[in-house]
């Protein structure tokens, strides 16, 4: 008896909790060791739950839900249910029973549910610790000391015994290894594992986010031994199995610092007047196989993590920069997709197959652009050859395009912003800038790709990972509704409760342009659940894709690899997988989904975390000096405003001295009891930068009305930052010079991150 049938068997309606003695009994069960070992292995992933009385029953039966905790900074938190068809719970700190952000945990659901409230419960077990060893500051004291996390949602600090500080002094960036979790009266216990340094040392921050968030610096030495053995040239056995592209007038088109190329696109346009696109990707699935020490540790890492300042990559250099990159002028081993695409953007016919190709040139978006935008003589005479592609591909990219936006997909297109670093990891501007057309173009190619994959294989019913983004919510939707609703805007939702999204684009469009846009859309934004892996096709909702899969990035994501190997399996069989490798696939898919979807929101937390980082040393420069900007956000005690550059800060409702203002959650507003004055998103404001704490993570703005502030003014001239302070608040009429010393610019460190 597997997993498969014990659930199978507890989803019956007369199903009664039992004892394992009695499930054995009733299910025939002629190994009992294996068979407990199972029953054990299947309650330590929640899958089933033990109550006090020792009988084994599942979840949703026993009014209790398993996931995992979503912290917050206030103390409280939710449970993000592993059933997506679950909505989340909400957990008062009381509640949590020593339970901290990103375990796994049980919660019993309060009894209450029937009168229609969101959920609400407590924890009863935790399943899985996710926080071994948390980074952050050690302050001591006469008999012992204590380490306050970097991570907020960790509200509690963590008792270091004097015997267990590892040399640790005051102010010193640590990290701790947990050796007694926390309980409701008790606070986390540990003792320090490493001394980072001080948190005023260069190089110190970065640093400690890659301690943070556990991120692996180096490759265990049998992986790198394993990528050492494989071979930088293709056998001619692999040549004769696959179909020979090497011909074909191919480029890469990325961004100019990209080392891991791991697309590249054809196109020619047919008799019948249909586009022909190539999307050829790097079969890194070749070279990893499953199971392997390679594939184990890509797994682990699920992703590429792109910090400010370094590339953590998935896979060693070997492969990604090696023989898995697709660079120009060398034979590389690849996944083929064709697509013969009409001028409504519809595929009509396609082929999936192994190629072995060679890129003609490695172009950049910067370049592209140049060319179908601005035709630079230089550019267009060095490729003049790919001069007719590059139109035609610019052509099928509007085609596509549209064709999505038709079928009511969204796209928001927030400008970018990326901060440029000095050699010494010393900000030196923020660049905010939006989509060029060659980004557009690479984007809708790969879009179509993965669109073209995903459903062959759904298709072929053939186990597979899905990316999937399921509708929001109907409370959420119905708090956009009433915020929205003041704009005269209106998401539609049918009778059923369903959603379409071409409501959600329709509403774009309309915005676009009016001084709501960017209030409108970030709330919307807002309203959406967060994409993630499935083996469940359940559709993207951002794209209006009935199937959609990440098949274009396997050097730097976990699931593009993992699908490479089906297709290449289902391709050696001829016809679909059946039986226990079926099975044996189901189970691999199933564990590859939640593994690489938390991999991707570690990632994220990091990639961001760097950033802001950066954005927040840079703006030290500023304090005292008048920007314009944005509310962002709004809640009770104060309003978000992001200025032109991206920097994000805060209006604390304390400093607003011309009136009481209450919150009103419903419309995102404050509103003056007196004045009748509002703050809502959207709105402009000009602010004065009071505040840079870097520890705390946080800029605090005040409204420049309210007159001088305490924070020393400073005059300064804009170096290239893509915003200009109006004026100095404590500028004299007078005062005509620059005191401030010109420095000279250095070249600065970037990493771009194709979306």
């Given at each position: 008896?597997?997993?498969?049938?014990?659930?199978?068997?507890?989803?019956?309606?007369?199903?009664?909790?039992?004892?394992?003695?009695?499930?054995?009994?009733?299910?025939?069960?002629?190994?009992?060791?294996?068979?407990?070992?199972?029953?054990q292995?299947?309650?330590?992933?929640?899958?089933?739950?033990?109550?006090?009385?020792?009988?084994?029953?599942?979840?949703?039966?026993?009014?209790?839900?398993?996931?995992?905790?979503?912290?917050?900074?206030?103390?409280?938190?939710?449970?993000?249910?592993?059933?997506?068809?679950?909505?989340?719970?909400?957990i008062?700190?009381?509640?949590?029973?020593?339970?901290?952000?990103?375990?796994?945990?049980?919660?019993?659901?309060?009894?209450?549910?029937?009168?229609?409230?969101?959920?609400?419960?407590?924890?009863?077990?935790?399943?899985?610790?996710?926080?071994?060893?948390?980074?952050?500051?050690?302050?001591?004291?006469?008999?012992?000391?204590?380490?306050?996390?970097?991570?907020?949602?960790?509200?509690?600090?963590?008792?270091?015994?004097?015997?267990?500080?590892?040399?640790?002094?005051?102010?010193?960036?640590?990290?701790?290894?947990i050796?007694?979790?926390?309980?409701?009266?008790?606070?986390?216990?540990?003792?320090?594992?490493?001394?980072?340094?001080?948190?005023?040392?260069?190089?110190?921050?970065i640093?400690?986010?890659?301690?943070?968030?556990?991120?692996?610096?180096?490759?265990?030495?049998?992986?790198?031994?394993?990528?050492?053995?494989?071979?930088?040239?293709?056998?001619?056995?692999?040549?004769?199995?696959?179909?020979?592209?090497?011909?074909?007038?191919?480029v890469?088109?990325?961004?100019?610092?990209?080392?891991?190329?791991?697309?590249?696109?054809?196109?020619?346009?047919?008799?019948?007047?249909?586009?022909?696109?190539?999307?050829?990707?790097?079969?890194?699935?070749?070279?990893?196989?499953?199971?392997?020490?390679?594939?184990?540790?890509?797994?682990?890492?699920?992703?590429s993590?792109?910090?400010?300042?370094?590339?953590?990559?998935?896979?060693?250099?070997?492969?990604?920069?090696?023989?898995?990159?697709?660079?120009?002028?060398?034979?590389?081993?690849?996944?083929?997709?064709?697509m013969?695409?009409?001028?409504?953007?519809?595929?009509?016919?396609?082929?999936?197959t192994?190629?072995?190709?060679?890129?003609?040139?490695?172009?950049?978006y910067?370049?592209?652009?140049?060319?179908?935008?601005?035709?630079?003589?230089?550019l267009?005479?060095?490729?003049?050859?790919?001069?007719?592609?590059?139109?035609?591909?610019?052509?099928?990219?509007?085609?596509?395009q549209?064709?999505?936006?038709?079928?009511?997909?969204?796209?928001?297109?927030?400008?970018?912003?990326?901060v440029?670093?000095?050699?010494?990891?010393k900000?030196?501007k923020?660049?905010?800038?939006?989509?060029?057309?060659?980004?557009?173009?690479?984007e809708?190619?790969?879009?179509?790709?993965?669109?073209?994959?995903?459903?062959?294989?759904?298709w072929?019913?053939t186990?597979?990972?899905?990316?999937?983004?399921?509708?929001?919510?109907?409370?959420?939707?119905?708090?956009?509704?009433?915020?929205?609703?003041?704009?005269?805007?209106q998401?539609?939702?049918?009778?059923?409760?369903?959603?379409?999204?071409?409501?959600?684009?329709?509403?774009?469009?309309?915005?676009?342009g009016?001084?709501?846009e960017?209030?409108?859309?970030?709330?919307m934004?807002?309203?959406?659940?967060h994409?993630r892996?499935?083996?469940?096709?359940?559709?993207?909702?951002?794209?209006?894709?009935?199937?959609?899969?990440?098949?274009?990035?396997?050097?730097?994501?976990?699931p593009d690899l993992?699908?490479?190997?089906?297709?290449?399996?289902?391709?050696?069989?001829?016809e679909?997988?059946?039986?226990?490798?079926?099975?044996?696939?189901?189970?691999l898919?199933?564990?590859?989904?939640?593994q690489?979807?938390?991999?991707?929101?570690?990632?994220?937390d990091?990639e961001?975390?760097?950033?802001?980082?950066?954005?927040?040393?840079?703006?030290?420069?500023?304090?005292?000096?008048?920007?314009?900007?944005?509310?962002?956000?709004?809640?009770?005690?104060?309003?978000?405003?992001?200025?032109?550059?991206?920097?994000?800060?805060?209006?604390?409702?304390?400093?607003?001295?011309?009136?009481?203002?209450?919150?009103?959650?419903?419309?995102?507003?404050?509103?003056?009891?007196?004045?009748?004055?509002?703050?809502?998103?959207?709105?402009?404001?000009?602010?004065v930068?009071?505040?840079?704490?870097?520890?705390?993570q946080?800029?605090?703005?005040?409204?420049?009305?309210?007159?001088?502030v305490?924070?020393?003014?400073?005059?300064?001239?804009?170096?290239?930052?893509g915003?200009?302070?109006?004026r100095?608040?404590?500028?004299?009429?007078?005062?005509?010079?620059d005191?401030?010393?010109?420095?000279?610019?250095?070249?600065?460190?970037?990493?771009?991150?194709r979306?």
């Amino acid at each position: 008896m597997n997993k498969e049938d014990i659930i199978q068997y507890m989803q019956f309606n007369s199903y009664k909790p039992m004892t394992a003695e009695e499930l054995g009994q009733n299910s025939d069960v002629s190994d009992q060791t294996l068979f407990l070992q199972i029953l054990q292995e299947m309650e330590d992933q929640g899958q089933i739950v033990r109550n006090r009385k020792g009988r084994y029953g599942l979840p949703h039966k026993m009014n209790l839900c398993v996931g995992r905790i979503q912290a917050h900074i206030k103390g409280f938190a939710f449970l993000i249910p592993d059933d997506p068809k679950e909505t989340d719970v909400f957990i008062k700190s009381d509640d949590l029973a020593g339970a901290m952000h990103n375990d796994r945990a049980i919660v019993q659901l309060y009894k209450h549910l029937e009168d229609g409230r969101k959920r609400e419960g407590e924890v009863i077990r935790v399943l899985v610790r996710a926080n071994n060893q948390v980074v952050g500051t050690y302050q001591s004291s006469r008999s012992f000391g204590f380490v306050v996390p970097d991570e907020k949602r960790l509200t509690g600090d963590i008792f270091i015994p004097k015997t267990e500080r590892g040399g640790a002094t005051e102010g010193d960036k640590v990290v701790v290894e947990i050796t007694a979790w926390p309980s409701p009266h008790r606070n986390a216990e540990g003792r320090v594992k490493e001394v980072l340094g001080k948190k005023t040392d260069p190089g110190i921050d970065i640093l400690s986010i890659v301690r943070k968030y556990q991120l692996p610096e180096e490759f265990p030495a049998p992986v790198i031994a394993s990528s050492e053995k494989i071979s930088l040239h293709i056998s001619e056995e692999e040549y004769s199995k696959r179909r020979d592209l090497r011909d074909m007038p191919m480029v890469t088109i990325d961004g100019e610092d990209a080392k891991d190329l791991d697309d590249a696109v054809t196109l020619e346009v047919l008799s019948n007047g249909n586009y022909y696109l190539g999307v050829h990707i790097a079969d890194v699935g070749y070279y990893v196989q499953e199971g392997s020490v390679l594939d184990k540790e890509a797994l682990a890492r699920g992703t590429s993590v792109y910090l400010v300042d370094r590339v953590i990559p998935m896979l060693p250099p070997r492969l990604s920069n090696g023989i898995c990159s697709l660079n120009a002028g060398e034979d590389r081993l690849a996944m083929s997709c064709f697509m013969e695409i009409n001028d409504k953007g519809e595929v009509v016919d396609h082929q999936i197959t192994q190629s072995v190709i060679r890129v003609k040139e490695r172009m950049t978006y910067t370049n592209v652009q140049l060319i179908l935008e601005e035709k630079t003589p230089e550019l267009m005479e060095r490729y003049v050859s790919f001069i007719d592609i590059f139109q035609k591909m610019k052509e099928l990219c509007l085609i596509l395009q549209k064709k999505r936006l038709r079928r009511g997909a969204i796209d928001f297109n927030f400008p970018e912003s990326k901060v440029v670093l000095d050699e010494r990891g010393k900000p030196l501007k923020i660049i905010k800038r939006a989509r060029n057309i060659a980004e557009m173009i690479i984007e809708e190619f790969m879009i179509a790709a993965n669109e073209t994959v995903s459903g062959h294989y759904n298709w072929l019913e053939t186990p597979f990972l899905y990316r999937i983004h399921e509708s929001p919510d109907l409370d959420d939707l119905a708090d956009l509704n009433e915020f929205i609703g003041a704009f005269g805007y209106q998401v539609k939702i049918n009778g059923k409760g369903e959603v379409n999204p071409r409501s959600f684009q329709l509403i774009v469009q309309k915005a676009k342009g009016r001084p709501e846009e960017k209030a409108v859309n970030m709330t919307m934004l807002r309203s959406m659940k967060h994409a993630r892996y499935s083996p469940v096709v359940l559709g993207h909702f951002g794209l209006a894709s009935k199937y959609y899969s990440h098949f274009t990035s396997p050097i730097r994501r976990y699931p593009d690899l993992a699908i490479h190997r089906v297709i290449r399996e289902v391709m050696a069989g001829k016809e679909t997988i059946t039986g226990e490798r079926q099975k044996k696939l189901q189970r691999l898919m199933t564990a590859y989904a939640e593994q690489s979807s938390l991999r991707e929101r570690v990632a994220e937390d990091a990639e961001r975390e760097s950033v802001d980082l950066k954005k927040l040393e840079y703006m030290q420069q500023f304090v005292g000096d008048v920007f314009t900007g944005h509310i962002s956000g709004v809640i009770s005690y104060g309003f978000f405003v992001e200025l032109s550059n991206s920097v994000e800060g805060m209006v604390h409702v304390s400093t607003l001295n011309d009136d009481y203002y209450r919150f009103v959650e419903k419309q995102l507003m404050l509103i003056g009891e007196n004045t009748r004055r509002v703050f809502r998103i959207g709105d402009e404001v000009k602010v004065v930068v009071t505040r840079i704490n870097i520890e705390e993570q946080n800029i605090d703005f005040e409204l420049e009305e309210n007159g001088p502030v305490k924070a020393k003014a400073r005059e300064f001239k804009a170096r290239s930052t893509g915003i200009k302070p109006e004026r100095n608040v404590n500028k004299k009429v007078n005062e005509g010079k620059d005191k401030r010393k010109k420095g000279k610019s250095k070249k600065g460190n970037t990493v771009t991150r194709r979306p």
